[in-house]
């Protein structure tokens, strides 16, 4: 079997420079092992004289590196064959001033944020705990802090009575030695961007893959922009499916709220502040927020929707909105964005790391999926009536039945039940001849009927 590298592992033929820089990726990743004897395709070739490797690469690593691995030889295929266990370093570690760090089978040079990443990591502090020199308490917004002391009177009942500012960021661990870290600007100040520029969200609505038309920018503090993106996309960039249980009106986006809020805290949470704004971008039959920053190691894209463990970027973000009851502190944010999808009928979402980032996928049901589903909701009507095997076949076969173009108006029509004959052939694309033959098939179908005066009244899909 051929033996391959992997960012844990790696062969070389022969001892050289170049081998301080894996050992330098190793130690500052998550360690790994560096075979010396060993050709790209895995099959030894052994060393000469391999002996005297077991002091030269210690002390060379020692002197360059500043760290001592573990060097032995074994004998594989009848050669000798050096092994460098490289444990990973608490301290960052530098060959010849640069930094390396493993990436699959390689190791790649970090610069930039990617460093300052590293170097926060290796300190043991998240980026959002460390002081904003420039900041004062006449930068925090009280009315931010007031409304916090209310969410949070049931984790922590005794802020609920305290008056002070002051007293209560020292309590939050937002306050170092008298100064505001970074996370308090976030939280609670009047102007985030002031301090972080790239701090807001931006949303855009797309009717293609470059045609934009509509922005907005959701700027104010953390909890705010929450708020904030949400009323933004019930009344500006989301349609509504209106319902009632009993005399109470229901409005229900086209994706669920729930997953889209839990989505937009882990957004604003998790990612990387040093880097691009939060996007979120809609599309005719999609929804995609993305943030900077991608997973923690030991997690996986596939690990989001089964429990994981909950590492959180940012230790005070997320230890504030746990205390205002935002979150759970137990890696479950991402397993209800998918429970609420398939609750609402829709796809389960797809979690991706993308352009140095995470983005959340939300998608339409599909033609077919939505047809079929009308089918089987007007069957289970028949059902009712002359019992439910045949009510679930004529379901079906009903759902089978629906057109392309039917389930287009019916997909418009639950955006919006006022919608004329007219503006169906606009969005669609094709005839307002067309539009009515089919309005006038679902009408026959029992899918469709028309409540009120031809003016002023609603279309309401049964079932």
């Not at 370093?89 to 990436?103: D, E, M, N, V």
């Not at 504030?320 to 397993?335: D, P, Q, S």
């Amino acid at each position: 079997m051929r033996k391959v590298e992997n960012q844990n592992k790696e062969f070389k033929q022969v001892w050289n420079e170049n081998c301080l820089k894996t050992i330098c990726a190793f130690a500052n990743t998550s360690g790994g092992k560096l075979y010396i004897g060993i050709d790209d395709a895995g099959k030894p070739v052994g060393v000469k004289d391999a002996a005297r490797y077991l002091d030269d690469i210690p002390n060379k690593t020692k002197d360059i590196l500043g760290i001592t691995p573990e060097v032995t030889v074994n004998r594989k295929a009848g050669e000798d064959i050096i092994e460098v266990s490289v444990a990973p370093s608490s301290a960052p570690i530098s060959y010849h001033g640069r930094f390396y760090t493993r990436s699959g089978s390689s190791s790649i040079e970090i610069k930039g944020h990617e460093l300052v990443e590293l170097l926060m990591q290796k300190s043991g502090r998240s980026w959002d705990g460390f002081i904003e020199k420039s900041a004062t308490l006449k930068d925090i917004d009280t009315a931010a802090i007031n409304k916090f002391r209310k969410l949070a009177a049931k984790k922590i009942p005794l802020i609920a009575g305290e008056k002070s500012v002051q007293a209560i960021l020292q309590k939050l661990n937002l306050l170092e030695r008298g100064k505001l870290r970074r996370a308090a600007l976030l939280l609670f100040g009047k102007n985030p961007k002031k301090f972080h520029i790239t701090a807001y969200i931006k949303i855009g609505k797309f009717v293609s893959a470059t045609d934009l038309i509509s922005t907005d920018d959701i700027e104010g503090n953390l909890f705010d922009q929450v708020d904030k993106a949400i009323e933004m996309l019930r009344v500006k960039y989301l349609l509504s499916n209106i319902t009632y249980e009993g005399i109470y009106r229901k409005d229900n986006m086209e994706y669920p709220e729930e997953a889209l809020r839990e989505a937009i805290i882990n957004a604003v949470i998790h990612r990387n502040y040093m880097g691009a704004h939060t996007q979120l971008r809609i599309d005719p039959d999609s929804l995609n927020l993305w943030n900077e920053g991608g997973l923690p190691p030991g997690i996986g894209v596939a690990d989001l929707k089964i429990w994981h463990l909950s590492r959180p970027r940012n230790e005070l973000l997320a230890d504030v909105f746990f205390k205002a009851g935002m979150i759970e502190a137990w890696g479950r944010g991402t397993i209800k964005i998918v429970d609420e999808c398939k609750k609402a009928g829709l796809p389960e979402p797809e979690f991706r790391e993308e352009f140095g980032g995470l983005s959340v996928f939300f998608r339409k049901a599909t033609l077919g999926e939505s047809g079929v589903k009308v089918g089987r909701r007007l069957g289970e009507r028949v059902g009712e009536r002359v019992g439910d095997k045949v009510g679930d076949k004529v379901g079906d076969k009903v759902g089978d039945k629906i057109s392309a173009n039917q389930q287009k108006i019916i997909e418009q029509i639950k955006k919006e039940p006022s919608i004329s004959a007219r503006e169906l052939s606009r969005l669609i694309g094709i005839s307002q001849r067309k539009i009515e033959v089919n309005i006038a098939k679902l009408k026959v179908m029992g899918i469709l009927e028309h409540i009120g005066s031809a003016r002023k009244g609603e279309w309401k899909i049964n079932g």
